[in-house]
């Protein structure tokens, strides 16, 4: 079903509350931010006021008929303090940089820790993605809303000081130039906005574009992709896909051009027209003689710079609408619910020699847009130390009811229960320290083996610990073998002496991984697939070993492997299709029966033309 777009595309966060958030960011991670800025405003005022009054003073002087003396000192000192303000404002600008970068920093870290810690299904969820790309597109770089609203709320308070002190003196001549100024200026930036929102109104569009692009770009760039570049010749493809998605792009980005070519121009038009009229009226004044020369020229510069001020304080507001509506989306991603409790759930800590009862009570599972439930009414008690094995076909729901069970998702219907408790109340952080987990897909870092291995650091590693699991998971002979042996880097994407090791010897580090966190449920999903036959067998025979009192599940794409097990469970057509032990299963002749021996026969047959 479609969301309401009207209500999803209404940034929560308006403008004065951006600029809070911004003011109350910097005060907690760089008040020099806030007084550089304030500095910058006041030489700008400063600035445009000497700019103001240095024509009109000398013109009163030279009225007054002072020595030459008197008018050097007059414009020294003039020339002194512009030279002074602008210098200081110019150092002010260079240096402004670093603490709004500091600022800028401590967001995107923000925000990749949202990305980290936030519910594991919004990770696939693609509505949750776009947002966070759109989020983290506005701290990209300097020049992205994060960074650059400091730069406009600075411009902005300059334009609203200076706007108010020139009020002040063209209220002088009367009121109905500083009215006519406003209204034009105004008209100018309401039509103009109005033009401009264009954009803004297919950021959903823009969004989705750009999302399809950086696809197209990480893939290509993927190290696991690249031998299948070469050889199913992805490359023609992928430069098709990005060609076509950077074409939808540039005219995308073309036409908001457009628009943005159209709100300028009536910019101008109303610029001429506005400050045309203006200067028309105090000429009028002074060819009436209502005006002497030195308040003509005041009154004169003090026009222009009116209108700028006003066009200023528009432009700025435009400009500011704009990035507020990126710090909203930021805001808003930070704010987005999560389905899992984390800070507000109940503490869980892990009990020391205690075996866990784990239980999934009618529970049924459907993806998000899936027409059909993956796992329905399933019953299933896994019982204190109990070793589970789970078969099935590819797409039966193994891994599902794998991640059902770590808490990765919540069932749609019926609940996962921890010692009889359902597990939805617990902080779900607390709860995943129950599980040690070796998945299918490698997760390794671009770090040392050792701190891959203890997922730590330095000297927080218990190297002792590590070599045992290293030991136990059939990789500590090779790892020793290595130059730098647990120093060694894993990967060659950042660090260039980096290793790449095999699958299997992946797969077995990964175990190690799994054995060094001694969690009291152990989860291992297909962990011999990259094994050799012999490799996996001896893990088969080490298995009670391995996982030790812990309870464990254990998917298996051989069936003969789950002889170890106290009992196997076959999933298909989303439940238990059959459970029992190995024996039990094989007795009853049914569809675990059936399998095992087209797999059996397989594998003599395989025997025999090997011999
Ligand atoms: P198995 O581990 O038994 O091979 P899975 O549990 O991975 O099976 O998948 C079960 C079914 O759920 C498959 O039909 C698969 O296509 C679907 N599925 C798996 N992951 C997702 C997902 N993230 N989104 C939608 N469907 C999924």
């Not at 759109?134 to 400091?150: F, Q, R």
């Not at 509506?325 to 409790?341: C, G, H, I």
């Not at 002979?477 to 894993?490: A, F, M, S, V, W």
């Not at 298996?556 to 492997?561: G, I, Q, T």
């Amino acid at each position: 079903m479609e969301k309401p777009k009207t209500e999803k595309q209404r940034p929560v966060y308006g403008m004065a509350s951006n600029c809070a958030f911004m003011v109350r960011r910097a005060w907690r991670d760089c008040k020099g931010v806030l007084s550089v800025g304030l500095g910058i405003v006041l030489c700008g005022v400063a600035a445009s006021l000497l700019e103001l009054f240095v024509v009109p003073s000398i013109l009163t002087a030279l009225e007054r008929g002072v020595g030459p003396g008197e008018l050097v000192w007059l414009i020294a000192w003039f020339t002194l303090g512009m030279v002074g303000v602008r210098a200081l404002r110019g150092y002010l600008d260079e240096n402004a940089i670093f603490g709004r970068i500091r600022v800028r920093s401590s967001l995107c870290l923000d925000l990749h820790l949202t990305f980290c810690r936030t519910s594991f299904p919004h990770i696939e969820d693609p509505d949750y993605v776009k947002q966070i790309k759109k989020a983290s597109k506005c701290l990209d770089s300097n020049d992205d809303a994060g960074e650059a609203v400091w730069q406009t709320m600075t411009e902005l308070l300059t334009n609203l000081i200076s706007f108010a002190v020139y009020l002040l003196l063209l209220s002088q001549v009367g009121p109905w130039v500083a009215l006519l100024c406003m209204v034009l200026s105004a008209a100018s930036y309401f039509a103009g906005e109005h033009i401009r929102a264009w954009r803004y109104r297919r950021r959903e569009e823009e969004a989705a574009l750009l999302h399809k692009l950086d696809y197209v770009i990480f893939r290509s760039r993927d190290m696991k992709l690249a031998k299948d570049i070469r050889i199913f010749g992805i490359g023609p493809w992928l430069t098709e896909l990005y060609e076509k998605y950077a074409r939808l792009f540039q005219d995308f980005y073309a036409k908001s051009m457009r628009y943005y070519m159209w709100a300028d121009l009536l910019d101008v038009g109303l610029a001429l027209l506005r400050n045309g009229a203006a200067y028309g009226l105090l000429i009028a004044m002074a060819l009436r003689g209502e005006l002497g020369a030195a308040e003509f020229v005041l009154y004169f510069t003090a026009v222009s710079g009116f209108t700028q001020w006003v066009t200023g304080i528009f432009a700025g507001l435009g400009q500011l609408h704009r990035q507020s509506l990126e710090l909203s989306v930021l805001r808003e991603v930070a704010d987005t619910p999560e389905p899992f409790r984390f800070d507000g759930g109940k503490p869980l800590s892990v009990k020391q020699n205690h075996l866990y009862e784990l239980e999934l009570r009618d529970v049924s599972f459907r993806y998000p847009g899936a027409e059909s439930d993956t796992l329905s009414h399933v019953n299933l008690t896994i019982r204190p130390g109990e070793k589970l094995a789970v078969v099935g076909k590819n797409g039966a729901g193994k891994t599902t009811l794998i991640k059902l069970l770590c808490g990765l998702y919540d069932p749609t219907e019926g609940q996962v229960l921890l010692d009889g408790e359902d597990i939805r109340q617990y902080d779900r952080r607390d709860y995943y320290k129950h599980f040690s987990a070796v998945f299918q897909q490698f997760s390794v870092m671009a770090g040392t083996i050792a701190e891959n291995v203890a997922q730590a650091v330095g000297d927080k590693v218990d190297l002792p610990r590590m070599w045992d699991c290293l030991d136990k998971a059939g990789v500590a002979d090779k790892i020793r073998e290595l130059p730098q042996g647990e120093n060694t880097h894993l990967g060659r994407e950042v660090y260039l002496d980096g290793v790449d090791l095999s699958g299997g010897q992946m797969q077995r580090l990964m175990l190690a991984r799994a054995l060094y966190k001694n969690a009291p449920v152990v989860v291992l999903d297909e962990p011999t697939a990259a094994l050799d036959p012999i490799a996996e067998s001896d893990l088969y025979q080490r298995y009670s070993e391995l996982t030790g009192e812990c309870t464990s599940v254990y998917i298996s794409h051989r069936l003969a492997s789950t002889r170890f097990c106290d009992r196997v469970l076959l999933i298909e057509n989303g439940g238990i299709a059959e459970e029992g032990t190995h024996e039990e299963l094989l007795k009853q002749g049914g569809r675990y029966a059936y399998l095992f021996n087209i797999q059996s026969k397989y594998y003599k047959e395989g025997a025999m033309e090997d011999e």
